[in-house]
């Protein structure tokens, strides 16, 4: 069985080979599905479930430190965060398979403070959520179903990522 690393990479690998992937890849889900559960620990050991953030739009981004995509989006991720503080959206970040002390080593405390940083240390989420290459992010709209997805990095703080943002919360 191929590794997680190898699996990521082979998968990224041929999404840009067939033009998948893009700088603004950021996709519909016309399924209109409710998302998978997610149900993980924090860097501090809290549990969090996604249907707690429902109401709210929430960005669910899958990511490890290893993944150089996954690390060149995350400042973009936070910059968006910032630009919609005051409104009813969530960063929920899924760390694929690395322990605490990586992750709290590679994350800035302000995004380890402003994101839900959650550890998936056995990768299950992976394969509930059909996770095939890193980053993989999601955009829940506010009755909890997969509005938009993308593998690959995104600038997130940019015009047309925040717009889409924008429309699910219904400004």
């Known amino acids: 069985m191929l590794s997680i690393k190898k699996t990521c990479a082979l998968t990224t690998l041929v999404l840009l080979i067939t033009g998948q992937l893009s700088a603004d890849g950021l996709q519909p889900d016309r399924r209109n599905t409710i998302a998978p559960a997610l149900k993980l620990n924090d860097l501090s050991g809290r549990t969090h479930q996604l249907t707690q953030y429902r109401g709210q739009v929430v960005l669910v981004n899958f990511w490890a430190t290893w993944c150089p995509p996954c690390r060149a989006e995350m400042p973009s991720i936070w910059r968006l965060k910032q630009k919609l503080k005051d409104k009813p959206f969530q960063v929920v970040t899924v760390n694929m398979g690395e322990n605490r002390e990586t992750i709290t080593a590679f994350l800035p405390e302000r995004m380890q403070r402003d994101f839900v940083s959650l550890m998936d240390s056995d990768t299950a989420s992976m394969e509930d959520w059909k996770v095939t290459a890193l980053p993989a992010t999601y955009l829940i709209d506010r009755e909890g179903r997969i509005a938009y997805s993308v593998y690959g ?19």
Do not use: I
């Not at 990095?153 to 400004?171: F, I, K, M, P």
């Open 153 to 171: 990095a995104v600038e997130w703080d940019q015009a047309t990522s925040v717009d889409r943002v924008n429309r699910l919360l219904g400004d």
